[in-house]
């Protein structure tokens, strides 16, 4: 049997580095996932597989690890997130928005949490948290583009603004988090605030 070449043997380790830095980072978020405040590299450690060792060698730092982690959920969150058209009639879209919103929320709670808490000593993880709110607020503008271009212009740029406000995540977990409100009860909310801006 042919010995493997040196590309093979270096292809080989590239391909081991992905698969670990992939356990480590699926560890990670499942970790906070189930409430764990602030996962350490000992417990992503033993929930990867992957050593402790190697998990310092894969990651320069726990920095390191949170970004790579956050840019995983992002791309999670893009797929639960799709564009809702700008059809059909007002009511079906506050619904489809305001359920879509309840889904993406409820599922990235605690890794939200996490990520606000220590955004303001991660660069990469703030610009994360920017991006899903950016996302946010062109999605639902472009969903009541009908009704915002109905506006006259000077409140069509406040009413926007106010949209985004609704449908924040900054809302979503104050009605829950914050009122304790059940998942029910946020949603009738929310549907309330958002029927009130665009009637």
Same mark, same amino acid.
């Given at each position: 049997?042919?010995?493997?070449?040196?590309?093979?043997?270096?292809?080989?380790?590239?391909?081991?580095?992905?698969?670990?830095?992939?356990?480590?980072?699926?560890?990670?978020?499942?970790?906070?996932?189930?409430?764990?405040?602030?996962?350490?590299?000992?417990?992503?450690?033993?929930?990867?597989?992957?050593?402790?060792?190697?998990?310092?060698?894969?990651? #320069?730092?726990?920095?390191?690890?949170? +970004?790579? =982690?956050? /840019?995983?959920?992002? %791309?999670?969150?893009?797929? $639960?997130?799709?564009?809702?058209?700008?059809?059909?009639?007002?009511?079906?879209?506050?619904?489809?928005?305001?359920?879509?919103?309840?889904?993406?929320?409820?599922?990235?709670?605690?890794?939200?949490?996490?990520?606000?808490?220590?955004?303001?000593?991660?660069?990469?993880?703030?610009?994360?948290i920017g991006r899903h709110g950016r996302l946010t607020r062109l999605q639902v503008r472009e969903t009541f583009a009908p009704e915002?271009?109905?506006?006259?212009?000077? #409140?069509?740029?406040?009413?926007?603004? +106010?949209? =985004?406000? /609704?449908?924040?995540? %900054?809302?979503?977990?104050? $009605?829950?988090?914050?009122?304790?409100?059940?998942?029910?009860?946020?949603?009738?909310?929310?549907?309330?605030?958002?029927?009130?801006?665009?009637?």
């Open positions: 049997m042919a010995s493997a070449t040196e590309e093979e043997v270096a292809d080989g380790r590239t391909l081991r580095r992905l698969r670990n830095e992939q356990k480590a980072v699926d560890a990670f978020l499942e970790l906070l996932n189930e409430g764990h405040g602030r996962p350490t590299a000992q417990q992503v450690a033993e929930r990867s597989g992957v050593s402790l060792r190697s998990i310092f060698r894969l990651f #320069d730092d726990v920095d390191t690890l949170n +970004a790579a =982690a956050i /840019a995983q959920q992002s %791309e999670r969150i893009a797929q $639960l997130q799709p564009q809702i058209p700008a059809t059909g009639p007002v009511a079906g879209r506050i619904d489809a928005v305001v359920d879509q919103m309840a889904t993406v929320y409820e599922t990235i709670a605690n890794v939200r949490r996490f990520a606000v808490h220590i955004a303001m000593t991660s660069p990469a993880i703030a610009k994360g915002l271009a109905a506006l006259p212009a000077t #409140d069509r740029t406040e009413v926007g603004d +106010a949209l =985004a406000a /609704a449908t924040s995540w %900054e809302t979503w977990d104050g $009605l829950r988090a914050g009122q304790r409100q059940s998942v029910t009860a946020a949603k009738r909310v929310v549907r309330r605030l958002i029927a009130g801006l665009i009637a």
